[in-house]
């Protein structure tokens, strides 16, 4: 059974820091695109970033230079390094696997999910 499952997630203050991690299991994703996306109460789903199979990455207009994601195909787990955080940062972030290689901002390109973790950024 294929299994992503982010950490890291918690409370802080506008202008802090967090990293993400999402640990995949069940099958190795290292020749597949993955991505983060994000989902604020109220609001739809919106694309993050994502990182291609050769490590290729491509980030959405308001997280690029803040945000940054990376993968270590050898412990199967892809992050996402969180900085400068704004209030409007607040929401479910979510990681995804593709079934394909390439980068897309699309989240029907995504076959996998993980469950969620809160991200919270006080003023």
């Known amino acids: 059974q294929v299994q992503l499952v982010e950490s890291g997630g918690g409370l802080v203050q506008a202008g802090g820091s967090l990293r993400l991690s999402c640990a995949a299991s069940?099958?190795?994703?290292?020749?597949?695109?993955m991505g983060w996306f994000r989902q604020a109460p109220g609001k739809e789903r919106e694309f993050v970033g994502t990182?291609?199979?050769?490590?290729?990455?491509y980030y959405a207009d308001s997280v690029k230079g803040r945000f940054t994601i990376s993968r270590d195909n050898a412990k199967n787990t892809m992050y996402l390094q969180m900085n400068s955080l704004k209030p409007e940062d607040t929401a479910v972030y979510f990681c995804a696997a593709s079934g394909g290689g390439q980068n897309s901002l699309l989240g029907r390109s995504y076959n996998y999910w993980g469950q969620g973790t809160q991200v919270t950024v006080s003023s």
């Open positions: 069940g099958r190795t994703f290292y020749t597949n695109a």
């Open positions: 990182i291609n199979w050769s490590g290729l990455t």
